[in-house]
């Protein structure tokens, strides 16, 4: 992914807001034992199941993208290191690719909000290019999705630790 962050100095001088895209992937686990609840070939379903026997594939491999706005509290411990903590909302794009009964289908969707919440550090490596490590947690419910004969949702939960370089203008 990548981000934009911009300082909020008229607020105070350590709040900053972000814009930032992430693109991750998910897979399905065809073995999986899940609930399954719904009509399947014309007759009711409200059973557990093995996920592979209706579905053979489900997969966000062309992307699980969010577009989040997020605001942020940055200290200074030396003249060198920037701990920050964030918080932000946003929106999910992903590209779904879905196998049921051997008929393939995919498509891009605007879908639910999602929220994130992070904490790490900036430091200085060389006058204006900064080090970067956070930790995050990204959440979001994927609702109704269309897929081959009908709908899916989904609940994405991510940690995922993160490192790069940034420049400060």
């Not at 014309?42 to 997020?70: C, P, T």
């Not at 509290?73 to 946003?90: A, D, E, Q, T």
């Not at 900036?122 to 290019?129: A, E, G, L, N, T």
Request: proline share 2%.
């Amino acid at each position: 992914g990548f981000k934009i962050s911009y300082r909020l100095k008229f607020v105070n001088p350590r709040t900053f807001v972000e814009l930032e895209f992430i693109h991750s992937k998910v897979y399905s686990n065809p073995e999986q034992i899940v609930r399954a609840v719904g009509i399947y070939r014309n007759a009711l379903v409200d059973s557990v199941i093995r996920f592979g026997d209706i579905v053979q594939n489900f997969s966000i491999s062309h992307g699980l993208n969010y577009a989040i706005l997020n605001y942020g509290y940055k200290v200074g411990l030396k003249s060198y290191i920037f701990p920050f903590l964030k918080f932000g909302v946003g929106i999910s794009v992903p590209h779904f690719e879905t196998t049921i009964d051997s008929l393939s289908f995919e498509r891009y969707e605007v879908n639910d909000f999602v929220v994130q919440f992070s904490c790490g550090a900036d430091f200085k490596i060389y006058k204006s290019v900064l080090g970067m490590v956070e930790l995050k947690y990204t959440s979001g419910e994927i609702v109704n999705v269309g897929i081959y004969g009908g709908t899916a949702e989904t609940f994405i939960k991510m940690f995922h630790f993160v490192f790069g370089l940034g420049y400060s203008f």
